[in-house]
């Protein structure tokens, strides 16, 4: 566990933990013998000659001070570990994070890890700060009383020891049988969240089918398991933890008894007795002090290994020798590339020449999107390479290749903060004007024209103020300061009021002028005017062409557009017959 | 009455015995200290030992001990099956709350949150029921009883055990009043920290494409910086003071001050030697209230947070259903009768809107987004219900129609489709309890998804979610089937339906072109030329209807349908991504 803390931790600060619980194993003897004073002192006190427990009061009180001070020390020490040991990983943290491939990232993954830097850390850092005492104190202080106890008297110290075993037993199968149960209850409370969720997200439909005894039933249904499995927990808890507290308490009465058998029978001195029976009572303390804190060591040994994970998860390699890029085609050589085990490339090989337009199309699911992905290197490839300009990615600085590519995607993220702002982000150094410049040219200064602050206004958290045509028309503007020779385009699938959707063609049509563009197309008219057309299923590219060659090839591209145009031009309304008559009389009611 | 009383009146009448009971395990907690303490004072007396009278303060202990399990077991059983009771009362309330709620609050409310408060805010009572009462029970009774029994032993040492108490008391008093403001400050400043993280991951792709001297990372190592900071500024100042307080508080301060008190005033006769024992026994057991109770005044915090957002979610007001009327759904006619609508009761959503839906006619709302369209559309199935004016069906407000009339009558298909976690057969049967096979086939088949549905191994007995994986344009068609077999004469449609999935358009339009025939319709339009055929066409703009008319009509208007229509025909011909 602690080594597991000292690795999340990093070299310099695993020191300093390493240290801090060095310094808190030096506390726990000292606590044991204080303890074990207690020994010689009641000893002598109930004894002929109580003045020599003044002696042994002199030691006590001499240890006690040592320990008072080194306790006194360690809690300081053990808070500023503490505050460094945020400081820390707050660091490394956010350095990794900077460094994993961008493929790692998914939908779950800021809450989990926004979850994970924020409170994640505090729990890490209640270790050093409260935690490490307790656990270190329950191990080390009985360990010394019970050893040197057995100098004193071995049957009282045997007693006192025989039933650590038993607890130990017990203690792990109480815990067994909780982790069972709580299992179940796990279950069912996942299968309960479910359903809750459901329950939110489909009371449009459950309402406007009126009987909705077919959902509420299930979520009624997953409410009353849950209840049950909280019984059967209730009930094994109960028994696990009466098995533990038994076998805590049979520990005490096995030495009430031997005591007072041994007492009996003369065979033990009476003073001793009593001093070895203070001994027992207390030398069990600090155990319970663990116990106390078991949820939260439980909580934060969760948080280190989650941490752990994230910390080893590899980043992406840079190279050793960089090559420069000779000029700005980009070419994908056999490549081959699946998630998981799921294949979605499966040797994959164009080239999309500087200055021109490739589109890629086809049907939903056939890799379309991981091709823009993996040339913008958030994945590297399983099989083959992606050049740019003859020089394969990975051979390329990932900020200097990343430097030198544009990307507008359909889940536009903006920055708590103006639109100006924003917009900046794509060239930190750009002058007032150009900025404006870039605005204007991705029709962004229309948008602020309504807003009460102009460019200044705040777009809100993910830009939630703005509609999506805004702020996707915000990420071109980005794009077109950025200025880069090579743009990568996942063009919206939804639509957009026919305003934004003018806006957006035309600052498109400024941000990929003489660039290499490779463009995931939906509209028809951007497919046309592509120079080269790759039509991807199945994860290989079954036709490229131009759009005429294609569609006199007759094959499954010229298929494929035939059907797109029929739904694109489909009317709600197709018999205007039905509706002539209505219509008549609307005209007088609504016309007015 | 405070909250947490509000939400655990129910088992309120449970937890009181349980306290009981829990007392006496405090009590009986104390015995095996007091019979080592009392088989000291015998051993020491010195002369022989009776046997009996030893047995007898043994067994006492041990019976002590059993007598503790046997009250802790009952005790904590009791509360937690009140808790486990309480929280399936809550559950059930909730859901039963939340059915009568405006539709619209799920839309402003994400489902994660719901999940929140009916999972995890419940569960967050469960420490209060199950556990805190009667823990702060022990901690009171089992020291005050410790107390008792030293006190009858030797009153003079008793000041002396309490001093590490009373000192704890004033340093706390003093160090730590300010703690709840500090508290805040803290929770304020680590949720800055999680914001900053979340945006740093949210945007990472725009962090690393725009390279590491980003804002977002800046501002990420800001936040956590001065998290830092202010956290240490925040305990450095009560750093030595709470580990004075903890010292002062550990078993092994108690045992010393009490040999050294105890040996001075036993030098100077005072009190006998034999009574320093049951203090070293006893002694420790004084301070275990404070532990608890700042062990529990985090979680009682908590609870009281969840308690309130829980009667948040239970003091949410319902739809009101004053009358129980149930008009003819044959030929009905609709009508908004100035009706206005705000969501936050300050700016206008849509106003003064007058608009008659004749009986199979279709009707199309058109304008720029945040008109007021889905809006208005989202009132017909009161998904929430107008702040000024009336909806009529046939004449009677919406607002006295029975609901599951209501439902009978206005059916609605909207973008995002929610297939529930059920047989495909389920899902449709949704639309009409009761329907005949026939009947959920011949809907299936209408909604241009009953050839895939056979095909597969289960057919209609496939459960969506883990057996069959639908793509979005097959769960719409799905839905779309069961508001074919629902057969209501109103529809609600919104028109990006028929879009939404690309590769499945043609079907799932078909499937809308059937609904439409013959129903009462209004739709919310995107794409102009898509309902260039209804039979009118209102146009919104700033939450009012300015134009209303056919086609043509509008078109030959020159008004704002005319430009859009004009800004339409310019993006479709647009020369776009042409490069020379």
């Known amino acids: 566990m602690i080594s597991a803390l000292v690795s999340v931790a990093g070299p310099s600060a695993g020191t300093a933990l390493r240290k801090q619980v060095a310094a808190l194993v030096i506390e726990s003897v000292c606590l044991g013998f204080c303890y074990l004073l207690l020994y010689p002192l009641v000893n002598a006190l109930f004894s002929d000659q109580p003045e020599d427990a003044l002696i042994w009061l002199g030691w006590l009180g001499l240890m006690f001070t040592a320990y008072a001070i080194l306790r006194f020390y360690t809690q300081l020490q053990g808070f500023r570990a503490a505050v460094d040991l945020i400081r820390v990983l707050f660091g490394r943290l956010g350095q990794q994070l900077t460094a994993l491939p961008l493929g790692w990232f998914d939908a779950t993954s800021s809450g989990r890890v926004g979850r994970l830097l924020s409170q994640g850390v505090m729990d890490v850092s209640s270790m050093p700060a409260h935690l490490l005492r307790p656990l270190v104190s329950a191990l080390v202080t009985p360990l010394t009383v019970v050893l040197v106890m057995f100098v004193f008297d071995w049957r009282l110290a045997s007693a006192a020891l025989f039933t650590a075993p038993l607890a130990w037993w017990t203690y792990r199968w109480s815990s067994h049988l909780v982790k069972t149960t709580s299992r179940r209850t796990e279950a069912s409370a996942v299968e309960a969240a479910t359903r809750t969720v459901e329950f939110a997200q489909s009371q449009a439909v459950l309402r406007a089918f009126g009987h909705s005894e077919a959902v509420f039933g299930k979520l009624q249904k997953a409410f009353e398991a849950q209840w049950q499995s909280g019984r059967a927990q209730v009930f094994s808890t109960a028994l696990g933890l009466s098995a533990f507290v038994l076998v805590i308490q049979l520990a005490l009465t096995v030495v009430l008894f031997l005591g007072a058998y041994l007492a009996l029978g003369g065979r033990i001195d009476a003073p001793q007795l009593i001093a070895l029976l203070v001994l027992c009572v207390r030398y069990v303390e600090p155990l319970l002090g663990a116990a106390e804190v078991a949820g939260l060591v439980k909580v934060s040994q969760n948080s280190i290994q989650r941490m752990d994970e994230l910390l080893c998860e590899p980043g992406l390699a840079e190279p050793v020798l960089p090559a420069e890029p000779q000029n700005w085609d980009l070419c994908f050589e056999h490549v081959r590339f699946g998630y998981g085990n799921t294949k979605v490339l499966e040797g994959v090989s164009f080239t999309a020449r500087s200055r021109s337009t490739t589109a890629i199309v086809g049907p939903s699911g056939s890799g379309k999107t991981t091709i823009l992905r993996l040339a913008a290197r958030f994945w590297d490839p399983a099989d083959g390479e992606v050049q740019v300009g003859g020089v394969d990615v990975r051979s390329i600085v990932t900020s200097d290749l990343l430097a030198q590519i544009s990307i507008v995607f359909q889940d536009v993220y903006l920055f708590d903060g103006s639109i100006a702002e924003n917009i900046r982000q794509g060239r930190p150094d750009a002058t007032d004007a150009e900025v404006l410049q870039a605005a204007r040219l991705a029709r962004v200064n229309e948008i602020a024209a309504r807003l009460p602050e102009g460019l200044d206004s705040d777009v809100g958290e993910g830009g939630s103020k703005l509609s999506g045509g805004e702020r996707q028309r915000v990420s071109i503007a980005r794009a077109i300061l950025k200025d880069t020779p090579i743009v990568l385009l996942d063009e919206a699938t939804s639509a957009l009021d026919p305003i934004n959707q003018l806006a957006i063609q035309e600052a498109l049509t400024e941000l990929t002028r003489d660039r290499t563009v490779v463009i995931v197309a939906h509209r028809l008219e951007t497919i046309r005017n592509a120079d080269e057309i790759l039509f991807l299923e199945n994860g290989v590219i079954a036709e490229r062409g131009s759009h005429p060659e294609l569609i006199s090839l007759g094959g499954r591209y010229a298929e494929f557009w035939a059907k797109r145009e029929r739904a694109a031009n489909w009317r709600l309304l197709r018999d205007p017959q039905v509706t002539t008559n209505a219509s008549r009389h609307l005209v007088s009611d609504n016309g007015r | ?580």
Not at chain 2, 251 to 278: E, F, H, M
Not at chain 2, 328 to 341: N, T, Y
Not at chain 2, 358 to 382: F, I, N, Y
Request: with cysteine.
């Open chain 2, 1 to 580: 009455m405070s909250d947490v009383k509000r939400i655990t009146a129910t088992v309120s009448g449970r937890i009181r015995p349980a306290c009981a009971i829990q007392a006496v395990a405090a009590i009986m907690a104390t015995g095996p200290y007091i019979a080592i303490a009392e088989l000291g004072i015998m051993l020491m007396r010195g002369g022989p030992l009776d046997a009996a009278r030893t047995w007898w303060i043994v067994a006492l202990g041990a019976l002590a001990l059993l007598l503790r399990l046997c009250c802790l077991l009952l005790a904590s059983g009791l509360t937690h099956l009140a808790d486990n009771d309480l929280q399936l009362h809550l559950r059930q309330s909730l859901a039963k709350h939340l059915s009568r709620v405006p539709l619209g609050w799920f839309d402003d409310t994400h489902s994660g949150h719901v999940k929140k408060v009916m999972q995890d805010d419940v569960l967050a009572i469960h420490y209060l029921v199950g556990h805190a009462y009667t823990d702060r029970i022990s901690a009171i009774v089992t020291p005050a009883a410790a107390l008792a029994y030293l006190g009858w032993i030797e009153w003079r040492l008793v000041p002396i055990i309490l001093l590490p108490v009373i000192l704890t008391m004033v340093i706390y008093w003093v160090q730590f009043r300010g703690i709840g403001q500090m508290m805040s400050r803290y929770n304020k400043a680590l949720a800055g920290v999680n914001a900053a993280a979340v945006e740093l991951v949210q945007g990472i792709s725009v962090v690393k494409t725009f390279g590491l001297k980003n804002r977002s990372f800046q501002r990420f190592t800001n936040a956590s910086n001065e998290f830092a900071d202010g956290f240490w500024e925040m305990v450095r100042g009560q750093l030595s003071s709470k580990a004075a307080a903890d010292l002062l508080l550990s078993p092994i301060t108690s045992i010393v001050l009490v040999l050294v008190a105890g040996l001075t005033l036993a030098a100077n006769q005072k009190v006998a030697v034999s009574d320093i024992l049951p203090f070293i026994v006893l002694a420790p057991a004084l301070s275990s209230p404070f532990l608890v109770l700042t062990h529990t005044q985090s979680e009682f915090v908590q609870a009281n947070r969840a308690a309130r957002r829980l009667l948040d979610v239970l003091d949410l007001p319902v739809l009101p259903q004053e009358k129980n009327q149930t008009p003819r759904l044959d030929e009905p006619r609709i009508q908004f009768e100035d009706v206005s609508f705000s969501y936050d009761e300050r700016t206008e959503a849509i106003r003064n809107i007058n608009l008659t839906l004749h009986p199979r006619t279709v009707t199309a709302l058109v304008g720029a987004s945040g008109a007021g369209k889905s809006t208005l559309a989202h009132l017909l199935p009161r998904f929430w219900d107008p702040t000024e004016g009336r909806i009529t069906l046939n004449g009677v407000d919406l607002r006295h129609i029975d609901r599951d009339h209501l439902y009978r009558a206005i059916g609605f298909v909207f973008q995002e489709t929610q297939l529930l976690h059920a047989t495909v057969r389920e899902n449709i049967v949704l639309g009409r309890t009761g329907a005949s096979e026939q009947q959920i086939i011949q809907a299936a088949q209408q909604a241009q998804i009953h050839d895939r549905i056979s095909a597969l191994a289960s057919g209609y007995n496939t459960m969506v979610g883990s057996e069959g994986v639908f793509s979005g344009g097959e769960a719409q068609r799905i839905a779309l089937a069961r508001t074919l077999l629902a057969d209501t004469p109103v529809v609600v449609l919104d028109e990006a339906t028929a879009f939404a999935d690309p590769d499945c358009a043609a079907e799932v339009q078909t499937a809308l072109s059937t609904l439409v025939e013959k129903r009462t319709v209004l739709v919310i339009a995107h794409r102009l030329h898509t309902v260039m055929e209804a039979d009118q066409i209102c146009v919104m703009s700033g939450g009012q209807i300015v134009e209303t008319g056919r086609h043509e009509d509008l078109v030959a208007r020159k008004g704002i349908y005319a430009e859009l229509w004009a800004v339409l025909r310019a993006s479709e011909q647009h020369p776009e991504l042409v490069l020379e």
